[in-house]
């Protein structure tokens, strides 16, 4: 089992930014790849971002250029650090992590651009 615990959410102008943390418990020796997804209200989650265990990141095209996934493996910590926020970015964001069989979520975290 993996446990993941999101904090870093909150409520921020456009053009602003915010730093997500997503720190992983249990098992995370099963785990292959990390990353999050969001979810707006009255819409579908969707995937934002994904770091592989060989270090490789891919971003969905709505964040590119935006958005900056990390991690500190000493940590157990992925980091979506998110860089000129737009309103469109306002969701619900879930970090997530993949092992050979199961998919983890965590809480979420609200996050709200604002003026």
């Known amino acids: 089992q993996v446990q993941l615990v999101e904090s870093g959410g909150g409520l921020v102008q456009p053009g602003g930014s915010l730093r997500l943390s997503c720190a992983a418990s249990g098992s995370i020796f099963s785990i292959n790849a990390r990353g999050w997804y969001r979810q707006a209200p009255g819409k579908q989650r969707e995937w934002v971002a994904t770091?592989?265990?060989?270090?490789?990141?891919n971003y969905a095209d709505s964040v590119k250029g935006r958005f900056t996934l990390s991690r500190d493996n000493a940590k157990g910590t992925v980091y979506l650090q998110m860089n000129i926020l737009k309103p469109d970015d306002t969701a619900v964001y879930y970090c997530?992590?993949?092992?050979?069989?199961?998919?983890?979520w965590g809480q979420g975290t609200q996050v709200t651009v604002s003026s």
């Open positions: 997530y992590a993949d092992s050979r069989l199961t998919h983890y």
């Open positions: 770091i592989t265990n060989d270090g490789t990141t």
